[in-house]
């Protein structure tokens, strides 16, 4: 689990309020930033803009989109590279159509159905262009989801600006300077008037932009576990030995990553060896 957007979403809150807030004054301080009418302007426009320009499927998806923020460690690419490994190491043994049944056994679907056309298939070239165009489909489906999310920072700074336009438009018409009122107000009609415009930069920076980079990072972590299981499965078809096919795969992975494995794999050598002989 990944409580990051919800620690940073929290955390800006804080930090706002207690820069609104001050002392025994805290309270009143912050009565001074709300208002209902700018609220209704700010999220009912930036709804209505998302709804005007997405389909409604889209909206269905919020609730999957917030769980895929907190979704850690699904892509253990050195964990891939492992499962790839035994499964070469299988297919040099007893042939692709052990993969079969070994198949039957992989969670990921992704992973699954690469492996079962491999199996399957006996063009290497047809393979690599099914998965990739699979793969192109889900980037292209991942990108509408980051994008509604772009779209929707992008409206809520305009609303904000709408509503401050309303305000200031009201705050002009309602002055009356012959008996003082009009003087009397202005400040706190102006103050009303540029809430809607801090309502729209809050939203815009502390939720839309937030969930729209949160989402491309998981976009990029699965195109690269299916990236790397594309290579691994085309390896396996053309008979790649099981160590150079870690190697390559590895050329993947951060460095870090890419030293502790191949650190575990020196170690198990000897053992694969033997049981080889």
């Known amino acids: ?5 919800l620690l ?19 309270m009143e301080k912050l009565n001074n930033f709300y208002d209902f009418p700018s609220i209704v302007i700010v999220l009912g426009g930036t709804a209505a803009a998302l709804i005007a320009s997405y389909p409604l499927s889209m909206l269905a ?9 907190f979704r850690g460690g699904k892509y253990n690419i050195p964990k891939l590279v492992d499962q790839l490994v035994d499964l070469a190491m299988i297919a040099r043994q007893s042939g692709l159509l052990a993969l079969e049944e070994k198949a039957e056994e992989i969670k990921d679907p992704f992973l699954k159905q690469s492996v079962l056309m491999i199996v399957d298939a006996s063009d ?5 262009a099914a998965l990739e165009k699979e793969l192109e489909t889900m980037i292209v489906r991942h990108d509408q989801a ?18 401050t336009l309303v305000g200031l438009v009201n705050m002009l018409k309602g002055m009356n300077f012959e008996d003082g009122g ?6 706190q ?19 839309f932009q937030p969930i729209a980079k949160k989402l491309r990072l998981r976009q990029d972590e699965e195109e690269l576990y299916c990236s790397v299981i594309i290579d ?16 390559r795969l590895l050329s993947s992975l951060k460095q870090g990553a890419r030293k502790k494995l191949l650190a575990k794999a020196e170690k198990s050598s000897p053992a694969e060896g033997g049981g080889n002989g």
Do not use: C
């Open 1 to 5: 689990m990944d409580p990051s957007w």
């Open 8 to 26: 940073g979403l929290i955390l800006g809150v804080i930090l706002i309020v207690n820069g609104i807030s001050d002392g025994f004054s805290a």
């Open 61 to 69: 998806q919020i609730p999957k989109h917030i769980m895929i923020l």
């Open 124 to 128: 290497a070239d047809k393979v690599r």
């Open 146 to 163: 980051a994008g509604f999310y772009e779209k929707g920072s992008g409206y809520a700074p305009a609303f904000g600006m709408i509503g």
């Open 182 to 187: 009009g003087a009397s107000s202005l400040g």
């Open 189 to 207: 009609d102006m103050s009303v008037a540029l809430i809607t415009t801090f309502y729209g930069s809050a939203l815009a920076n502390l939720f």
């Open 232 to 247: 691994g499965v085309l390896a396996i078809m053309a008979g790649d030995n099981p160590k150079t096919l870690r190697e």
